[in-house]
């Protein structure tokens, strides 16, 4: 398998998102959601590198449709387990590929009167967008390819990889 980032860009990658989300969220004492399954190991170095009072917790949601059914029902799995009212909300995502996760996940938490709602994605597929979703911090945007690895997965495989890999190179 073709290596797109190694783990030592990504780690210098993750530590400066991690330093400028800390000057961000520095006296908000933020909620840090990870989306499960695919953030964990990005949110898991993410936090680790905002050095800074903050709440983790966790959601995980599936979508279904595919690109021909323009509103793609957004399906919570696992919800919170936190009050989210007042509280400011970032949301730790692998990759935003057509966006109605995203803009699913950031619309329901918004109505549950969150004070700000953020999104951080590890990797940004900008071109595969079915709406006007944009992530607020974003790792890498990356072109087309089916990426693998720090978390991403294909059919449930490949998540352990240390390295961003494309599939099928
Ligand atoms: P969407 O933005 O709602 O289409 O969903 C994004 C989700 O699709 C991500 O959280 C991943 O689970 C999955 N996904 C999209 N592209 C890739 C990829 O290249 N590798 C692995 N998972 C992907
Ligand atoms: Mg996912």
Redesign the pocket.
Known sequence: MKVLFDRNIIAERVRKLGSELADVYRDKKPVVIC?LN?AAVFFADLIRAMEIPLEVATIAAS?YGDDTVSS?E?KITKDLDVDVKGRHLLIV??????????KALTALLSERGAASVAVCAFLD?PS?RVNDFKADYVGYQVPD????GYG???AGMYRNLPDLCVIGS
């Open positions: 989306v695919g979508s793609g957004v995502e692998d990759i935003i590929d057509s966006g109605r996760t995203m597929k595969r390819l089916f990426v693998v991403l997965d294909c």
